[in-house]
């Protein structure tokens, strides 16, 4: 302990410290339901990095490897991408993706998925078919999510442990759109003629699957799944400006423990072959958005021949040929060959 005043001066008398009740007291308010918090493995960290808001990819880019392991992982299906639609006032909105859905307030759901996400990783996760919401409400650390009213909502849906990766994507989606276009400029490449072409060719607004594959290779993307995996990756990879932009783009969206691509594409073991090796890094934004623009493009061009169709459908007297008259079905009259130019004269 620490005086100013001369100790050894006790008006007389010896002064005696009792050394053990002062340590007693010392540790009553010092260190008594205090926490020892010792250091992370071998770093000098106190605690585990903490991802900030929005940041879960950056700083744990394999997380959802990890949930998958954890976890096997489904697809939620349409029909209840349709009731969360309607139970949470969802809008329909132009995606490149039919399940993508439009949110008040994206984010707040995403920050919060975030944390769930992380939950689910630092402990022994859980039984699939158990619903998120019971999940939630059996960790008193997790109550604080369904103050959330939106991500409440989306909790009421009967959505399963092993829909949350789906359900992460979902969100993830919706918050892209409205965010991946304001990435750094140097991320923002122009394609050359070639690469466009060389996109046309490998992607296909028709097909229903998420790949057309022959003998294990991809002949042709679909052309919503192409973007989506574009999307995916600039906004978890491209935020910041730590990527190495004159870097193959193959190297990172082919990467099959980063799950750009559904699972029927990842799982091939020569995904890296089938996709474009002459786009970079830096051109993963532009080749996004003109994916996005020959979709919206395609859609309008079948939607106008749809609409030819039924309106010879409702009107088919203005198909039918024009009545003949008489003589019309003689033939032109022909024209005297001229023997030589002066003939023409």
């Not at 993830?172 to 060389?198: F, S």
Request: net charge negative; aromatic share 10%.
């Amino acid at each position: 302990m620490f005086s100013q005043r001369n100790l050894g001066i006790g008006r007389g008398l010896d002064v005696i410290y009792d050394l053990q009740k002062i340590e007693i007291e010392l540790v009553r308010q010092l260190v008594f339901e205090k926490v020892y918090i010792d250091t992370v493995g071998e770093t000098s960290l106190y605690l585990p990095p903490f991802s900030y808001h929005l940041e879960l990819i950056q700083v744990s880019t394999r997380i959802i490897e990890d949930i998958r392991n954890l976890i096997p992982q489904e697809q939620i299906q349409p029909e209840q991408v349709e009731l969360m639609r309607s139970s949470a006032n969802l809008q329909y909105a132009f995606q490149p993706s039919s399940m993508d859905i439009s949110l008040d307030n994206p984010s707040e759901i995403l920050s919060s998925l975030e944390i769930l996400l992380c939950f689910i990783k630092r402990t022994p996760g859980g039984n699939g078919e158990s619903f998120i919401k019971d999940y939630v409400n059996q960790w008193s650390t997790l109550s604080g999510l369904i103050e959330n009213h939106e991500f409440h909502n989306l909790l009421n849906r009967p959505l399963k442990l092993k829909h949350i990766i789906s359900l992460y994507e979902l969100i993830e989606g919706q918050v892209a759109n409205l965010t991946i276009d304001y990435i750094d400029e140097i991320y923002k490449e122009e394609l050359t003629p070639k690469q466009r072409e060389e996109i046309e060719n490998l992607i296909d607004f028709d097909t229903k699957q998420p790949a057309t594959i022959v003998n294990g290779k991809i002949v042709k993307f679909s052309a919503e799944v192409f973007a989506t995996a574009l999307k995916r990756f600039i906004y978890r990879f491209l935020q910041t400006e730590k990527q190495k932009v004159t870097d193959p783009l193959y190297l990172y969206i082919c990467e099959p423990s980063l799950h750009f691509w559904p699972p029927a594409i990842s799982e091939l073991e020569d995904l890296d072959d089938s996709f474009p090796d002459s786009l970079f890094v830096n051109q993963a934004f532009e080749a996004y958005k003109f994916v996005i623009d020959q979709i919206e493009y395609h859609k309008q061009v079948v939607s106008s021949r749809e609409q030819q169709i039924q309106n010879q459908l409702n009107n088919p007297e203005s198909t039918r040929l024009p009545p003949t008259t008489p003589g019309s079905q003689r033939g032109p009259t022909p024209r005297k060959k001229p023997k030589s130019r002066f003939d023409m004269l």
